[in-house]
């Protein structure tokens, strides 16, 4: 038989206990800083020379957010943030802030971009 652990505390007094909140706040520090210097408005997605224009990104959008001009990506007001376009992208081509903010991308090595072509909308409540 399966036992299941079940968690009674909330996510910030668990991760501080383990020592992992600060491990789970620096990588947003740099978007934080760079939000106050030049305002929530500078991070928005952009795409360099390196795009060839495969639509990855707009695949795996699940508010189909993404759409076309001049075979490039423009990205619409439905977004989520969940990233997902800048970190299948196979070209790196996507930054936020024209790249002035360091992003590391990671996917999980047992999935691949088509696992998460999303055909339909998220239904936002
Ligand atoms: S996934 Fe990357 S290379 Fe492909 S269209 Fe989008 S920005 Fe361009
Ligand atoms: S961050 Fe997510 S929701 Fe926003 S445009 Fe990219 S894939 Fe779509």
């Not at 800083?33 to 997605?45: D, K, Y």
């Not at 795996?60 to 990205?75: G, L, T």
Request: proline share 6%; with cysteine.
């Amino acid at each position: 038989m399966v036992r299941y652990t079940v968690e009674t505390e909330t996510l910030f007094p668990t991760l501080f206990k383990r020592g992992l909140l600060l491990k789970v706040i620096k990588p947003v520090i740099p978007f934080l800083l760079h939000a106050l210097r030049n305002g929530w408005a500078s991070l928005t997605f952009q795409v360099n020379d390196r795009c060839t224009g495969c639509s990855t990104c707009s695949k795996v959008c699940p508010m189909n957010n993404v759409s076309f001009f001049n075979d490039r990506p423009v990205w619409g007001d439905s977004c989520l943030s969940c990233f997902a376009c800048l970190q299948w992208c196979p070209c790196e081509a996507i930054q936020l802030g024209r790249g002035k903010v360091r992003v590391d991308r990671y996917n999980h090595p047992e999935i691949k971009s088509e696992d998460l072509y999303y055909t339909g909308s998220v239904a936002l409540h």
